[in-house]
């Protein structure tokens, strides 16, 4: 990529954080899940490090949360409150203990200690108290500069206005989190998407009285500037908090090890449900405060203190029903309707049942109180089942053995590659026979990575669907659009944005057409491989006259499973219908020859691991620019094997015994003539 894409995808990037960040911090909205802001930010920095030109004032480098709201008088923080770099797993904190071992010269006998304190999802707020004396109270804002909610603060029961004890620093910023119990969530929930957004959303009420009527709780963790603080230990402090009228953390513990870290994560998760707050991970401080000013801050966070984020969020609630829906390859997939709950700022009302296996085996019935999982943007699933919540008339679910839709026998095929029977049930009509497959089938046809036809979205298909203007891939380049735009909400410019855009996709390349088709097992990538062996729709359409599927096992990356799919589809004599018409309609490109003399010429590779700073996907296209090839799995056929952090230990071990090269991303990237 050369300077200027690079240039704009960072800034890209830096205006979508911005905006986000400021949904989030000034209008209590936020737009996107917790980790997938995460990821963004992760993106920005891994560019900023690699890429040393990429500079920008608003960038999570440079900046803590959002510029504060107008609405309020602003005030800088004495000292400023910091944000914190976050670890996703063991591998993250053992990198975080060395950078600090590393920094204080110290080796690895040297035993740190660490306040182990529950991250509260709420709002960040900071008291200064001078002589004993709550005098003000300010947001987070940009992290340098916030905005005076005293008087909104001043209605928290847990803020003390006035503090006696003797051994009270005469002044000082005790800094903390402002939030709300999910029980007096409740009955909030019809104004406020989640518990943090109530929160948010009462600190910045311009009139306190109006703050004073939301149940705001305060959670003191560490403190800004401060004169006469006497504790040399995080410990410490926080027992003094409570000597003082605050509110600590009761979660809260004391730890060395990586190890202990990683159990008391792992059992403080285990609670994480049937706490009365919402909490997004653990953050770890150095426990001696002498050691946390000697290691001093790093950019805008402090290299004394780490966010162990959790993995996934949870919640409890209770099923309402069963329901099973039908996809494009005929799977019956059941998805249980729950109680919408908030999960991670998400209000959840499905979650996935996987299969019939899964629902036996966790004993899942309707009415069932159960623990729902969101894992970043996962599609939420069932944990488990609270037994003891389980009423006497429940009855075990029963899955269908007929097709909801079109009534056809619903059967377990059996895998001859795994020797094993599938555990997804399916309807046995074929394809279009099945109006919900064909609905399904429709809506892949559309999607981004097949046709990507703008305005003809899932909710277009089912409708033109009932109402008959669709039935099969071709009608859509058929469409009646006189008859559209008698519809309610369609009006001429609508139907002529309609009709541009499918007009625009008549032009499309063989790759695109084979993976819109639908065909089970044929992802994009295999849609890719066998647009290269076909070069063009005539070979790929003739293929139900010649018969010839064996040829395609000499494909690199195409199986038996998939030639067995590719078999079933061409069986299908309106499948072969549709094909004929599509070609009618559509310009389908052939399959260009590539550069055959690249720098990879004749040579074949596989990625195993994490890269950094590069995807996978840019990897192949690489490869494949070059005159390279892709290899599916370690054989004599592989010249290569790249590895990146954790690679598949098999896969090094079966490379190893056949005596394949083995390289890392820098010696793949110096193939090229590149660095990383």
Known sequence: MNKNKLENLYKKKIKLLNNYNKYYYDKSEPLISDSKYDE????????????????SIISPSNIIGYKPSKNFKKFQHRVSMLSLSNAFSEEDLKNFEKRILNFISKNEEFKISYSAEPKIDGISASLTYKNGKFERGLSRGDGRVGEDITANLATIKDIPKEISNKDFPKDIDIRGEVFIKNSDFENLKVKFAN???????????????DTKKIPLNFIAYTFGFERGLKQKKQSDYLKKLDEWGFKANPLNKII???????????????????????????????????????????????????????????????????DIQIGRTGALTPVAKIKPVNIGGVLVSN????????????????????????????????????????????????????????????????????????????????DYYCDRIS?????????KEAF?????????????????????????????????????????????????????????????????????HIGLENAKLLSKHFISFSRFQNLSKLKNYDDLLNIDGIGETQVSSIKRFFANEINIKVLVELG?????????????????????FL??????????????????????????????????????????????????????????????LKMLNKTS
């Not at 090890?257 to 150095?286: M, P, S, T, W």
């Open 195 to 209: 518990p943090r957004n109530a929160a948010s959303g009462s600190l910045r009420q311009k009139n306190p009285e």
């Open 452 to 520: 990507n036809i703008d305005g003809l979205g899932k909710k277009i298909i089912e409708e033109f669907w009932k109402l008959k203007f669709i039935k099969f891939p071709q009608d859509i380049f058929q469409l009646d659009y006189k008859k559209i735009e008698k519809l309610e909400g369609w009006g001429t410019l609508s139907v002529e944005n309609l009709k541009y855009s499918i007009n625009q996709k008549k032009n499309i390349s063989l790759e695109r057409l084979i993976f819109a088709l639908g065909i089970r």
């Open 40 to 55: 963004l930010k992760s993106e920005i920095l891994v560019l900023e490090q690699k890429y040393t030109f990429l500079k």
């Open 439 to 447: 609905i399904e089938k429709l809506k892949h046809f559309v999607s």
């Open 256 to 322: 060395s090890g990586i190890k202990n870290l990683i159990h008391n994560y792992n059992e403080v998760e285990k609670q994480r449900a049937n706490l009365d707050f919402d909490i997004d991970g653990i953050v770890y401080k150095i426990n001696d405060f002498e050691l946390q000013k000697r290691l001093g801050n790093v950019a805008n966070a402090p290299r004394w203190a780490i966010a162990h984020k959790f993995s996934s969020n949870k919640a409890i609630s209770k099923i309402l029903d069963i």
């Open 607 to 668: 990625v195993t691991g994490k890269l950094n700073g590069i995807s996978r996907a840019e990897v192949k296209s690489l490869i494949e620019e070059n005159s390279g090839k892709i290899a599916s799995s370690v054989s004599n056929k592989l010249n290569y094997l790249i590895i990146g952090d954790k690679p598949t230990r098999r896969k090094v071990e079966t490379a190893k015994a056949l005596k394949i090269k083995i390289i890392n991303q820098d010696d793949f």
């Open 351 to 430: 979650a996935t049942l996987h299969n019939e296996d899964e629902i036996n085996r966790k004993d899942i019935r309707i009415d069932d109180t159960v623990i729902i999982e969101r894992a970043g943007d996962v599609i939420p699933h069932i944990l488990s089942v609270d037994i003891n919540k389980r009423t006497k008339k429940s009855n075990k679910f029963i899955f269908p053995n007929k097709c909801p839709s079109c009534g056809s026998k619903t059967e377990k095929e059996f895998n001859k590659v795994t020797k094993k029977i599938d555990a997804v049930r399916r309807c046995s009509s074929k």
């Open 584 to 604: 009618k309609s559509l310009v389908i490109k052939n399959v260009l020859a590539k550069e055959q003399n690249g720098l990879l010429k004749d040579k074949s």
